[in-house]
Nanobody
Framework: QVQLVESGGGLVQPGGSLRLSCAASGSIFGINAMGWYRQAPGKQRELVATITSGGLPRYADSVKGRFTISRDNAKNMVYLQMNSLKPEDTAVYYC????????????????WGQGTQVTVSS
């Protein structure tokens, strides 16, 4: 069974930092893009950052210069370093990965983690 498990969320004061981690496990034969999305109460889920299999990142304008996405292909993991956090960064953060889960298929399917809460408040 394939799953994505996030960790690292919590409560932090404005200006503080957190590092989110996401581990992909199960029968995985390839990983394409990985990324982070977030959803605040009453709002739609939005892209935070993505990273290609080759390590090319892309960020939402609202987090550029503050957040850094990275991945470890050997460990099937993706990370999100969040610095200079603001109250408006408060949301549930979800990990996303495009996975190939069948050895004889070239198809990739999108998987989501269960989410981790990030709260920025004094």
């Amino acid at each position: 069974q394939v799953q994505l498990v996030e960790s690292g969320g919590g409560l932090v004061q404005p200006g503080g930092s957190l590092r989110l981690s996401c581990a992909a496990s199960g029968s995985i034969f390839g990983i394409n893009a990985m990324g982070w999305y977030r959803q605040a109460p009453g709002k739609q889920r939005e892209l935070v950052a993505t990273i290609t299999s080759g390590g090319l990142p892309r960020y939402a304008d609202s987090v550029k210069g503050r957040f850094t996405i990275s991945r470890d292909n050997a460990k099937n993991m993706v990370y999100l370093q969040m610095n200079s956090l603001k109250p408006e960064d408060t949301a549930v953060y979800y990990c996303k990965a495009d996975l190939r889960t069948a050895i004889y298929s070239e198809n990739y399917y999108r998987y989501w983690g269960q989410g981790t809460q990030v709260t920025v408040s004094s």
